[in-house]
């Protein structure tokens, strides 16, 4: 597997490549935004690492890039940066980001979150099943999303959450309970970050959005009815 490494930090590219590479990943590296969508154009990767701070186009930019306007627009995406504050966060994760780890980070960290994107994407971590219910069609062995037979492009973790409302029998499921399942207990992000995934899994169901209901102070449910 090909993994991107975007990050203007020479230093930084060259270790997070050595410890890739010594761990069974394939990886090359860009140097700026601009150099970053190029690379990406030409495909090929399995995950992309995406700093923020970046010359001649953010990583924000290219994330938005990504999203819209990528030929793979659902590849995962983990941004790796220095900006630690919860807005900083959420702007990311807003754009569509898979995950966001702060540095410095323990490369064992990086590797462990790397390996669970990519099982999200690939829908390793569940069996062939496929999830119904007022028209939202889950396909959880190939990951594909339908609504009333229009295929949706949501972000891995977008998918995920969506996954295990619908399979919660209307069960409410809290903040942290999603974010438990989803991403594993370790997850540095805070709650703030699944009201803005569910905020945009809601705008790509359009009217269906209504069925993932709030549950003020608790989190969310789905209902059918």
């Known amino acids: ?9 020479t230093d930084i590219s060259t270790l997070i490549s050595f410890h890739l590479r010594s761990n069974g990943f394939e990886s090359d590296s860009a140097y700026t935004g601009r150099e970053a969508i190029e690379m990406i154009d030409k495909g090929g990767y399995a995950l992309i690492l995406l700093d923020i701070l970046l010359p001649e186009i953010s ?8 999203r819209k306007k990528a030929a793979d627009s659902r590849i995962p995406v983990i941004v790796t940066s220095a900006m630690s504050e919860e807005s900083d966060i959420i702007k990311a994760l807003e754009l569509g980001a898979d995950d966001y780890v702060t540095k410095p980070f323990s490369p064992k960290i990086l590797l462990a979150r790397i390996r669970s994107a990519i099982r999200r994407a690939d829908g390793t971590q569940e069996g062939g099943n496929t999830i119904k219910g007022n028209g939202i ?17 949501f972000t891995a973790t977008e998918f995920d959450i969506l996954s295990q409302l619908m399979k919660s029998d209307g069960r409410v499921l809290s903040r942290g309970e999603l974010i438990e399942t989803i991403k594993g207990d370790d997850y540095p992000v805070t709650e703030r970050s699944i009201d803005v995934q569910i905020a945009s899994i809601r705008k790509k169901l359009g009217e269906k959005g209504q069925y993932i209901k709030t549950v003020w102070g608790i989190g ?3 209902a059918e009815e």
Not at 59 to 66: A, K, M, T, W
């Open 1 to 9: 597997m090909r993994i991107l490494v975007v990050e203007d930090d």
């Open 59 to 66: 990583g924000l930019e290219v994330l938005e890039y990504i």
């Open 137 to 153: 069609i889950l396909d959880t062995d190939t990951r594909k999303a339908f609504l009333d037979e229009n295929p949706v492009s």
């Open 220 to 222: 969310y449910r789905y």
